[in-house]
């Protein structure tokens, strides 16, 4: 069974562009996040999907950032403009059902703005 | 204060040697509790769940002390396999939010 995975695995933009970023998460998970990190700091949550729904988007930086999940299935998380402190790995989790337990992360896709 | 703290490291220790990381987490009301492992430039992937009797997998053990809200890992018998980063995460009651700390890092050394 294919695990998470993310598009591209590294992206390099200028300042100002856009990139959207895309997560598969594992066939039949409900729950997908995103998440980043940022060099030298911790890995922060960004928002949280239910199906096709948003759980939680209290981790979203500002509205340069937006996220969708189309159909509950794959979801895409597009920059627009990119910012230079954009900069990071962004991590996509998945996992089952409604109880709390291990998220499956992607490898990341890592962004450069310079 | 952070949600999740955890002594960044780095911790070099030899092989065979017992290394123990501990990491607090400020809301009393959280519920669940993991280690995960991440290599370098790698994705975090679960090392073990932490209960509330505490646990045990091969040579790692997890505690969790609710009264001083702490949890902790214990590597007995380091191998060099173990050098990574062990990040603590807790998932906030009443949320499905995972809190991630900075995490650990870990260097065994020949």
């Known amino acids: 069974e294919a695990g998470v995975t993310q598009f591209p695995s590294h992206s390099v933009i200028e300042k100002g562009q856009t990139v959207t970023l895309r997560c598969d998460p594992i066939s039949g998970h409900d729950n997908l996040y995103w998440y980043r990190r940022v060099m030298g700091k911790e890995i922060k949550f960004l928002l949280h999907?239910?199906?096709?729904?948003?759980?939680?988007e209290s981790g979203m930086p500002n509205n340069r950032f937006l996220a969708e999940r189309t159909g509950g299935t794959y979801s895409t998380l597009k920059v627009q403009p990119a910012e230079l402190e954009d900069s990071g790995v962004y991590f996509c989790a998945s996992r089952p059902g409604h109880e709390t337990g291990e998220l499956f992360f992607g490898e990341g896709s890592r962004l450069t703005v310079l | 204060r952070k949600e999740v703290e955890q002594d960044p490291g780095p911790f070099n220790v030899p092989e065979g040697a017992t290394v123990a990381f501990n990491c607090t987490y400020s809301?009393?009301?959280?519920?669940?509790f993991f280690w995960y492992r991440q290599d370098c430039r790698k994705e975090p992937k679960l090392l073990m769940s932490?209960?509330?009797s505490g646990n045990e997998d091969g040579r790692f053990t997890a505690q969790l002390n609710r009264a001083s809200q702490y949890i902790s890992l214990l590597i007995r018998d380091s191998k060099l396999s173990d050098s990574a980063t062990y990040l603590c995460v807790v998932n906030m009651a009443g949320t499905y939010k995972y809190i991630f700390g900075t995490g650990t890092r870990l260097k065994v050394l020949a």
């Open positions: 932490v209960y509330s």
């Open positions: 999907f239910v199906k096709e729904s948003k759980q939680d």
């Open positions: 809301n009393s009301a959280s519920q669940s």
